[in-house]
């Protein structure tokens, strides 16, 4: 097997699995459709402790694609935690992220990237936003009632948090509390650090194969805690102060004061 490539790269795409071998090379291929020729690029597979043959699968396809890389958690840690791994171990300025399902285009990561690039330092995250979601009626219910309670307490401004489309500067992301359901609330963190959101409209698709591995939210219940506590950070949140730092000045070689030594 070649050795995994080491060219310094400029945009690190993430995708967190969890038991989607049927799935891993149709969308590989499709990554690399969207991101060839226009960007050096790594992509990373957080294998969250798959059962099935998604770890072979991801293996073969390294064969032919040095510039792709798999993570693997000994047991599953959900997706707020795939997700981290992938970011911290990111060769690339510039992150972006979609789920393994096939359900997130790859198309539309160029569109998000080149957000990110063109916010000069000031754009936290590019966002995508789903129409025309092939979900069941029950989960679009769901879906919306939990964006509709997340958006009134937040006021983070985004219709769609759950959309696994994203890209992000990898400090800014590496910057944030960590804490289980993170990626669930980027919009609202980021803008908590003074930073502006992108928007992208993406458009939904069915997934490849498979079922489900990652709730929505977990469903909205078990997210009401994350956002109490997301609430309570943005509360908090004081200026950052800006800081400078003093140096000694230093006779200069006449012995005559008013040199800046820097440290």
């Given at each position: 097997?070649?050795?995994?490539?080491?060219?310094?790269?400029?945009?690190?795409?993430?995708?967190?699995?969890?038991?989607?071998?049927?799935?891993?090379?149709?969308?590989?291929?499709?990554?690399?459709?969207?991101?060839?020729?226009?960007?050096?690029?790594?992509?990373?597979?957080?294998?969250?402790?798959?059962?099935?043959?998604?770890?072979?699968?991801?293996?073969?396809?390294?064969?032919?694609?040095?510039?792709?890389?798999?993570?693997?958690?000994?047991?599953?840690?959900?997706?707020?935690?795939?997700?981290?791994?992938?970011?911290?171990?990111?060769r690339g300025a510039i992150v972006a992220t979609l789920d393994g399902d096939g359900q997130n285009n790859?198309?539309?990561?160029?569109?998000?990237?080149?957000?990110?690039?063109?916010?000069?330092?000031?754009?936290?995250?590019?966002?995508?936003?789903?129409?025309?979601?092939?979900?069941?009626?029950?989960?679009?219910?769901?879906?919306?009632?939990?964006?509709?309670?997340?958006?009134?307490?937040?006021?983070?401004?985004?219709?769609?948090?759950?959309?696994?489309?994203?890209?992000?500067?990898?400090?800014?992301?590496?910057?944030?509390?960590?804490?289980?359901?993170?990626?669930?609330?980027?919009?609202?963190?980021?803008?908590?650090?003074?930073?502006?959101?992108?928007?992208?409209?993406?458009?939904?698709?069915?997934?490849?194969?498979?079922?489900?591995?990652?709730?929505?939210?977990?469903?909205?219940?078990?997210?009401?805690?994350?956002?109490?506590?997301?609430?309570?950070?943005?509360?908090?949140?004081?200026?950052?102060?800006?800081?400078?730092?003093?140096?000694?000045?230093?006779?200069?070689?006449?012995?005559?004061?008013?040199?800046?030594?820097?440290?």
């Amino acid at each position: 097997m070649p050795a995994p490539d080491q060219t310094p790269v400029a945009v690190s795409i993430v995708v967190p699995v969890r038991n989607e071998a049927d799935n891993i090379a149709p969308l590989i291929a499709e990554i690399a459709a969207a991101l060839d020729g226009r960007w050096a690029y790594e992509i990373i597979y957080i294998n969250d402790g798959s059962t099935d043959a998604t770890g072979e699968r991801l293996s073969a396809v390294m064969v032919e694609r040095r510039n792709l890389r798999q993570l693997r958690h000994a047991v599953s840690s959900g997706q707020s935690a795939a997700v981290r791994s992938g970011v911290r171990a990111a060769r690339g300025a510039i992150v972006a992220t979609l789920d393994g399902d096939g359900q997130n285009n790859p198309a539309f990561l160029p569109d998000l990237i080149a957000a990110v690039e063109s916010g000069n330092g000031r754009v936290g995250l590019a966002a995508g936003q789903r129409v025309g979601r092939k979900d069941t009626g029950f989960k679009k219910l769901q879906s919306r009632i939990a964006n509709t309670v997340r958006s009134i307490i937040l006021r983070d401004g985004t219709r769609d948090t759950g959309c696994g489309l994203k890209a992000f500067p990898r400090e800014v992301f590496l910057a944030m509390p960590y804490f289980d359901g993170l990626h669930r609330f980027l919009p609202a963190l980021v803008r908590r650090e003074g930073l502006t959101i992108a928007y992208v409209d993406v458009v939904d698709r069915p997934r490849h194969s498979g079922v489900s591995n990652y709730g929505f939210f977990d469903r909205l219940w078990i997210g009401i805690m994350d956002l109490a506590g997301v609430w309570w950070l943005i509360r908090r949140k004081k200026p950052t102060p800006v800081v400078t730092e003093v140096v000694a000045e230093v006779p200069d070689v006449a012995g005559v004061p008013g040199v800046t030594e820097v440290k």
